[in-house]
């Protein structure tokens, strides 16, 4: 449930910015972002090698912790 959330969270940031849309694909904009699990909790993502802006970077952070809360 989670990542299907993160992934429609994702895809409205991606639809937000036509920049993003004109140099990805939407999988390929997905894919900067992998969730990572240790022991069974999503891990904080890194910031990809892809040059995003940081309120870009920051919204997708926002996205993930509402999608993965921490204590869920």
Known sequence: MAE???EMKLNV???KYDWIKEQLSFKEFKEL???VYK???AVSLD???F???REIFL???VAFKQSY???S
Do not use: H, R, S, W
Request: hydrophobic share 40%; net charge neutral; glycine share 8%.
């Open 4 to 6: 299907k959330l993160f």
């Open 13 to 15: 940031i991606y639809e």
């Open 33 to 35: 972002f992998p969730v």
């Open 39 to 41: 022991k069974g909790k």
């Open 47 to 49: 910031k990809p090698a």
């Open 51 to 53: 040059d995003l802006d």
């Open 59 to 61: 919204e997708v952070l």
């Open 69 to 71: 809360p921490p204590g």
